[in-house]
C-alpha cells in the first residue's frame, strides 16, 4: 500500500466518531492523541499495516453492570456500573475507579485511553483501563457507601485480579470506598491479593501515594522549568481544585519556593495574594477530607483572601498555571486570559482540564504546556510500586519511595524530551508525550501479532 492510500487524520476521526455516537470526551482524547501520531506514523508503513492507532482507540472490552442497593430509608437504589480495559499491551490493566454523577461511557472510555499512553511513559508495565459508575458518595452516610461499594464489587470482581486488572481510586473512591471493595473482594474469593490500589497503610498500602499525584505535577514543572533554565522560587502558581492532586501540588509548590495564590471548588475560588502557607493548605485537607466543606469557609478563616462564587481562577495573574480539578476546565477564553496575563507554564494536574482549542492557543503562544499525560502520571507511579510491593509481601520505606517518585517523573520528562523537536526552541511536550507514549505500546502490539 502506498503512503498516499492511508487513512488520513480526518477520515480515522469520522470513523471512531461513526463507532462511538455521542461519546464526546472520547472523541476529544482520541483526537488530541491522534493530531500528533499521524504526524510521527506518516512514513512509517509497519504502524499503518497493523492499523495499531485505531486497535489502541477501540478498547479490549468495556463492561457494563447494574448495581443494587438500599439506602438507609430501606429503598432500593439502581446505578450502572463500568470498567473499560483499554490496552493490555505492556501489563495488566491499571487505571481508577470513579464514582460520580458525571460518569458515562464516554468519560470512562476516555480516561482508559488517555491511561493507556500514561501508564506507558512511566516506564513500569501497566497497561491502561478505568471504571467506576454513576453513583455520588456526597451525602451518603458511610452504611449506604459501604452497601454500594460491596453491591458494586460483586460483580467487579470477575473482571478483575492482581495479574489481570488492579483499579484504584478517583475522583468520588478514597481510601473509605477502597476499603470497602477490598474488604467484599476477599470476602467473595478468600484470597488477600493486591487487586486494588490506594489501600490503607495496615493492609498493604504503600506510603507516598495519596500525595503521589500533586508532587508529580510539581515535579515534572521543576523539570521543565529546568530545562528553560529556570527554577520554582518565586513564581506565582494558580491551583485549581481543592482534593488530593490540588492540595499536594500547593504543598510541594511551596516547599520549592513558589507561592499558590488560588485553589477551588465546584462553588467557585479563593484569591489569596499572601499566598498558602502549609498552614493554610493544611487547614483545607482537613476541611475538604474529613469535614467535607466547602472551600468558601476560607475567607472567613484567613483575612485578606477573596472568594469568586461560580468562577475559575485562571483571570488571577500567574506564573504557572495547574488544572487540578476535573475535565475541560480551562477553555479558549482562559487560555487567551492566562496568555494576556504573563502565563509562561500551564502543568495539568487533573485528566484532560485543558480542551484541545485552549492547548491549540498556547502552544500558538509558545506558552509551555505539561499534558496529563506525563505531567499527573505520579499517582498510577506509586501506584504500581503498591503492585509491586504487594507482590513481594514487602514495603518500601517512605525515603525510598521519595526518591522513585521523583526519578519516575524525571524519566518521563526525559523520555518527552526524546521525541522533541530538535529544531525548534519550543518544547511541544503534549506531541512528544504523545509519540513517546503511543510508541512502547504500539511496538509491543506489534510483537503479539494481530489480536
Not at 13 to 20: D, F
Not at 129 to 150: I, L, T, W
Request: with cysteine; proline share 3%; charged share 25%.
Amino acid at each position: 500500500m502506498a503512503i498516499s492510500d492511508h487513512v488520513n487524520l480526518e477520515q480515522f476521526m469520522a470513523g471512531v466518531q461513526r463507532r462511538n455516537p455521542g461519546e464526546t470526551e472520547f472523541h476529544q482524547a482520541v483526537y488530541e492523541v491522534a493530531v500528533d501520531i499521524f504526524d510521527f506514523i506518516q512514513d512509517k508503513e509497519i504502524y499503518h499495516e497493523a492499523q495499531i492507532l485505531r486497535r489502541i482507540a477501540e478498547p479490549d472490552r468495556v463492561v457494563s453492570f447494574r448495581v443494587c442497593w438500599e439506602d438507609d430509608n430501606g429503598n432500593v437504589r439502581v446505578q450502572r456500573g463500568y470498567r473499560v480495559q483499554n490496552n493490555n499491551a505492556i501489563g495488566p490493566y491499571k487505571g481508577g475507579l470513579r464514582f460520580h454523577k458525571s460518569v458515562d461511557q464516554s468519560i470512562l472510555k476516555f480516561l482508559a485511553f488517555e491511561q493507556t499512553f500514561k501508564n506507558s511513559l512511566t516506564g513500569l508495565p501497566m497497561g491502561g483501563a478505568k471504571g467506576g459508575a454513576d453513583f455520588n458518595p456526597k451525602g451518603k452516610s458511610d452504611n449506604e457507601v459501604m452497601r454500594f461499594c460491596q453491591s458494586f464489587m460483586t460483580e467487579l470482581y470477575r473482571h478483575v485480579g492482581e495479574d489481570t486488572d488492579v483499579p484504584a481510586g478517583d475522583i468520588g473512591t478514597g481510601a473509605r470506598e477502597i476499603g470497602y471493595m477490598f474488604g467484599q473482594y476477599k470476602r467473595i474469593t478468600n484470597r488477600y491479593v493486591g487487586v486494588l490500589t490506594g489501600k490503607g497503610l495496615e493492609w498493604g498500602g504503600s506510603l507516598v501515594r495519596t500525595e503521589s499525584t500533586g508532587y508529580g505535577v510539581v515535579y515534572f514543572a521543576e523539570d521543565m522549568l529546568a530545562q528553560a533554565g529556570d527554577d520554582l522560587e518565586g513564581k506565582q502558581v494558580a491551583v485549581s481544585g481543592s482534593g488530593n492532586v490540588a492540595t499536594f501540588a500547593a504543598e510541594k509548590a511551596t516547599q520549592l519556593g513558589a507561592r499558590v495564590v488560588t485553589m477551588s471548588d465546584s462553588d467557585g475560588f479563593v484569591h489569596d495574594p499572601g499566598g498558602f502557607t502549609q498552614e493554610k493548605i493544611d487547614w483545607v485537607k482537613r476541611h475538604k477530607t474529613h469535614y467535607r466543606g466547602r472551600l468558601s469557609a476560607y475567607v472567613d478563616q484567613f483575612k485578606g483572601a477573596t472568594f469568586h462564587a461560580g468562577e475559575r481562577p485562571w483571570s488571577v495573574p500567574c506564573d504557572i498555571a495547574l488544572p487540578c480539578a476535573t475535565q475541560n476546565e480551562l477553555g479558549p477564553d482562559d487560555a487567551r486570559q492566562l496568555v494576556a496575563n504573563g502565563a509562561r507554564m500551564v502543568v495539568e494536574g487533573a485528566n484532560m482540564p485543558t480542551t484541545n482549542d485552549a492547548v491549540k492557543l498556547l502552544r500558538e503562544a509558545r506558552v509551555l504546556f505539561g499534558p496529563a499525560k506525563a505531567a499527573n502520571a505520579g499517582g498510577v507511579a506509586v501506584s504500581g510500586l503498591e503492585m509491586s510491593q504487594n507482590q513481594t509481601r514487602m514495603a518500601l520505606r517512605e525515603d525510598e519511595l521519595q526518591k522513585l517518585l521523583r526519578e519516575i517523573m524525571r524519566n518521563i520528562h526525559s523520555r518527552c524530551l526524546a521525541y522533541a523537536d530538535p529544531r525548534s526552541d519550543y518544547i511541544d511536550y503534549a506531541k512528544a508525550a504523545n509519540i513517546a507514549g503511543f510508541k512502547k505500546v504500539a511496538d509491543a502490539m506489534l510483537a503479539f501479532g494481530v489480536v
